[in-house]
C-alpha cells in the first residue's frame, strides 16, 4: 500500500462551461464560448455548451457521486458571466445564488468546495471591449474577485485565481485554437501579462475579504525533453519549456519574463520587437504576490526535436514516446509527473502543491452488464498516483490532488467527442454510470492510499 499524507485532499475538478449547460437562464451574460461555438467550424463535433452534463439543474446528483466516492473536496469554477452579465458593475444575484446553494450542500456533505474564478468563460461584453490583452479586464477581473470572495468567503476558505494562462492567452490570442480565436502573438503575450497582474491584484483583494483564505493560480505544465543529447534538441526544449512553463512560473515567483522567450517569439517574426510595453511600472512585483498554493494541471510531456537542423544531421533519437496515447494523442507518460513535482519543489519553493487537474480521454462506454470497464483510465490513475506518492517521498509538498473529471463533458474544441469523465454520461438520457475507474478513485479515498499489490 503506498500511503498518502493524513490531510490529503482528494478531489475532483470541473469547470462551469462544460458542464452547467442552462446558458440563456436566469440572467447569465454571453461568454466568449458560447460565441466561439456558435461560430462555424470552430468546434470539432459542431456541438456547444448549452446543454453539457445539465450539472447546472442535476447538481444534486453530481455532489451525491462525490459523497458516494468520499471525496474530500470539489474544485469547481464560477461562470463569469452568470455573476455580472455585464462583465461589470450590476451583479446577478440569481447567479450568485446557484453557487451559494452549491457551497452549502457540498458542506452538507463533508465536501470542501475549491473555487476557480476564471476557468475561460469570459463575458463577451469584455472580449467586445479588448478583452485579456486590454488592462480594462485585468480590473474587471478583480472587480468580479471582490464580488464572489464577499459572497462565499464566509465558507469557501480555498480559491484559485485562473486556470491555465497559457491555454488562454495562446490558445485563445495566438493561434485561436480557443475563444475568442485570435491570431496574433503580441495579443497574446499581453494577454498573459493582464492575467498574471489580474492574478496578483486579486490575491490580495481576496485576502483582505475572507479569513484564513488560502489563494493560488493553476498552471497547466508540461515538461520538456531533448530527444537526443544533441545542441540543437537541447535548444529546442529551452524554447519550448521557456514558452510553456517559465514564461509563467519566473514572473509568478519574482523573477520577471524570461527573456530568451522573448527573443524566440523575435526571431520567429511572432511579434514585431522586444518591447514589452504591456508592462507598467509595479507590476511584476504584484505579479509575484505570495501564494498560499501552486496548482498543477498534468497531462503529459513534450520530446523536443529540433527542426533548425535536418533529421539526417541531428545526433539518433535516445528518448522515445511511449507509444500508449490517450485519445487526445497525448502520451501515457506518468514520470513526468514525478519529475516536474521535484523539479517545482526544487527550484520554485511554491509551498504546498495540488495537483488541480491529471486525467486522461478514452472513449469507453457502456457494457452489455450496465458498467464501464475503462481499464485504460484505471492504468492512467493508478501510475500518475504512484507517481504523486513518488513525489512526496522525494520530499514534495503535495496537499492533494484533484482527477479532471468528475464527468464527460464539453472538451472545449473537441465538443463532446473526447470523455475524461470519472462518471460516463449518456448526453442522450443525461444518465450518470460511475466507470470502474471511478470505483478505483472511491477505494483510494477510502483508504487513503493505493493497494500496488492488486495492481500486480
Ligand atoms: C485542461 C483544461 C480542462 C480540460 C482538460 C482536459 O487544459 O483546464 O478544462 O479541458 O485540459
New binding site residues.
Given amino acids: 500500500m503506498r500511503q498518502f499524507p493524513p490531510d490529503f485532499l482528494w478531489g475532483v475538478a470541473t ?1 462551469a462551461y ?1 458542464i452547467e449547460g442552462a446558458t440563456t437562464v436566469d440572467g447569465r451574460g454571453e461568454s466568449i464560448w458560447d460565441r466561439f461555438a456558435a461560430t462555424p467550424g470552430k468546434i470539432n463535433d459542431k456541438s456547444d455548451g448549452s446543454v453539457a452534463c445539465e450539472h447546472y439543474r442535476r447538481w444534486p446528483e453530481d455532489i451525491e457521486l462525490m459523497r458516494w466516492m468520499g471525496l474530500k473536496s470539489y474544485r469547481f469554477s464560477i461562470a463569469w458571466p452568470r455573476i455580472l452579465p455585464t462583465g461589470r458593475g450590476q451583479v446577478n444575484t440569481a447567479g450568485v445564488d446557484f453557487y451559494s446553494k452549491l457551497v452549502d450542500s457540498l458542506l452538507g456533505a463533508g465536501i470542501e468546495p475549491f473555487v476557480t474564478l476564471y ?1 475561460w468563460d469570459l463575458p463577451q461584453v469584455l472580449e467586445d471591449q479588448g478583452g485579456w490583452p486590454a488592462r480594462a479586464t485585468g480590473d474587471a477581473f478583480v472587480e468580479y474577485a471582490d464580488v464572489m470572495s464577499r459572497a462565499l468567503g464566509d465558507r469557501v476558505k480555498r480559491w484559485i485565481t485562473h ?2 494562462p497559457w ?1 488562454i492567452s495562446v490558445l485563445g490570442y495566438g493561434n485561436g485554437e480557443h475563444a475568442p480565436g485570435h491570431k496574433d502573438w503580441s495579443k497574446a503575450l499581453a494577454a498573459s501579462h493582464q492575467l498574471l497582474l489580474s492574478h496578483g491584484k486579486s490575491v490580495q483583494v481576496i485576502r483582505s475579504n475572507v479569513k484564513n483564505a488560502e489563494v493560488g493560480i493553476t498552471l ?1 505544465l508540461t515538461p520538456g525533453e531533448p530527444a537526443s543529447p544533441s545542441p540543437e534538441d537541447a535548444d529546442a526544449c529551452r524554447d519550448f519549456d521557456g514558452g510553456f512553463n517559465r514564461w509563467f512560473l519566473e514572473p509568478l515567483y519574482g523573477r520577471g519574463y524570461p527573456m530568451d522567450v522573448v527573443e524566440d517569439h523575435v526571431k520567429a517574426g511572432r511579434i514585431p520587437n522586444a518591447k514589452l510595453d504591456f508592462i507598467q511600472e509595479g507590476d511584476l512585483k504584484t505579479i509575484a504576490e505570495p501564494t498560499d498554493f501552486l496548482g498543477v ?1 498534468y497531462y503529459s510531456r513534450a520530446v523536443l526535436r529540433s527542426n533548425r537542423i535536418p533529421e539526417e544531421k541531428n545526433a539518433p533519437r535516445t528518448v522515445f514516446v511511449n507509444p500508449a496515447k490517450t485519445d487526445m494523442d497525448w502520451e501515457v507518460y506518468p514520470k513526468g509527473l514525478t519529475k516536474l513535482l521535484v523539479h517545482l519543489e526544487k527550484e520554485y519553493k511554491p509551498g504546498p502543491i495540488y495537483i488541480t ?1 491529471n486525467g486522461c480521454a478514452y472513449s469507453t462506454g457502456l457494457s452489455a452488464d450496465g458498467r464501464v470497464h475503462d481499464t485504460q483510465r484505471v492504468d492512467y490513475l493508478r501510475t500518475h498516483l504512484e507517481a504523486c506518492a513518488d513525489a512526496i517521498g522525494q520530499g514534495v509538498n503535495l496537499a492533494g490532488y484533484f482527477a ?1 473529471s468528475l464527468l464527460d463533458n464539453f ?2 474544441a473537441y465538443g463532446y467527442e473526447k470523455r ?1 469523465g470519472l462518471v460516463y454520461v449518456d448526453y442522450a438520457t443525461q444518465q450518470r454510470t460511475p466507470k470502474d475507474s471511478a470505483h478505483l478513485y472511491r477505494d483510494v479515498v477510502a483508504q487513503n492510499g493505493l493497494d500496488v499489490e492488486q495492481a500486480a
Avoid: G, L, R, T
Wanted: glycine share 0%; proline share 0%; charged share 25%.
Fill in positions: 469547470s462544460q476557468h486556470n491555465e491555454c497547466n494541471n487537474e479532471w472538451e472545449w475524461f
